[in-house]
């Protein structure tokens, strides 16, 4: 986690439990007491009012509030299910983002609205879809993307043929309730789409191909598009 969320963090838990010690906040943290003494300081030379009362706590200057954001509890709702279903149908790291997302515009809103939206929201996202077969290896996929990696895959496909496929992953898409990753196929020396769940073994390639010129994800999404369209 980024310094930065570390902090943001860190007000929020301030704001919300105070007077509070250096201790319950390492722990809160999972950080050292020391780490909890510079991110004060880091705090304090920001602008944010932090106060230390000895034998006490820490504590934030009264009256001090992020500033509210400007939501109908409609729209909290259609945002906080929109995260937790991300946070359900991703990897844990994915998953940890969307969780950090939340917790910051929670801290954003009135705690009135915030009480409002969860006693309303009749729209609810099973913290079960996680456990769904597949999405333990969302995480490794979306790893490859963001890195540029190569993969080696051994794929089952619907009618039960076993292959292994080297493979430059491009995207992941959601739809009909799986995902799927699209990709360049070294092996078909064309754009493949494999879904998750049908991945038996998936591993970083000891070998990088090289990669033709022009393959991109937008070239992906523009060939698919093309190939719906008819």
């Known amino acids: 986690m980024r310094k930065s969320d570390r902090l943001f963090q860190l007000t929020n838990i301030l704001r919300k439990h105070q007077p509070i010690t250096a201790k319950k906040l390492a722990e809160k943290l999972m950080v050292?007491?020391?780490?909890?003494?510079?991110?004060?300081?880091?705090?304090?030379?920001?602008?944010?009012?932090?106060?230390?009362?000895?034998?006490?706590?820490?504590?934030l200057s009264e009256g001090f509030e992020l500033p509210p954001l400007q939501l109908s509890p409609n729209e909290l709702e259609a945002l906080i299910t929109g995260v937790n279903f991300i946070a359900s149908l991703t990897g844990k790291d994915f998953a940890s983002s969307a969780h950090s997302l939340l917790s910051k515009i929670e801290a954003a809103m009135p705690d009135t609205l915030l009480f409002t939206a969860d006693k309303d929201r009749t729209v609810r996202v099973p913290a079960t879809h996680s456990k769904l077969s597949g999405y333990h290896l969302?995480?490794?996929v979306h790893s490859a993307i963001k890195s540029g990696?190569?993969?080696?895959m051994?794929?089952?496909s619907i009618s039960g043929n076993v292959t292994t496929r080297t493979v430059f992953p491009l995207g992941l898409f959601?739809?009909?309730g799986k995902w799927t990753v699209g990709c360049w196929c070294n092996l078909r020396s064309d754009y493949r789409d494999f879904r998750v769940d049908h991945i038996v073994?998936?591993?970083l390639s000891g070998e990088t191909p090289v990669l033709p010129e022009n393959i991109s994800l937008q070239a992906y999404i523009t060939i698919r598009?093309?190939?719906?369209?008819?």
């Open 154 to 156: 051994t794929y089952e």
């Open 138 to 140: 969302w995480e490794k």
């Open 201 to 203: 073994d998936l591993n």
């Open 225 to 230: 598009e093309k190939h719906e369209s008819h």
């Open 32 to 59: 050292s007491e020391r780490t909890i003494y510079r991110y004060i300081d880091d705090l304090s030379v920001s602008g944010i009012p932090v106060y230390g009362e000895p034998g006490i706590g820490y504590r």
């Open 174 to 176: 959601y739809w009909g």
């Open 149 to 152: 990696s190569w993969l080696v």
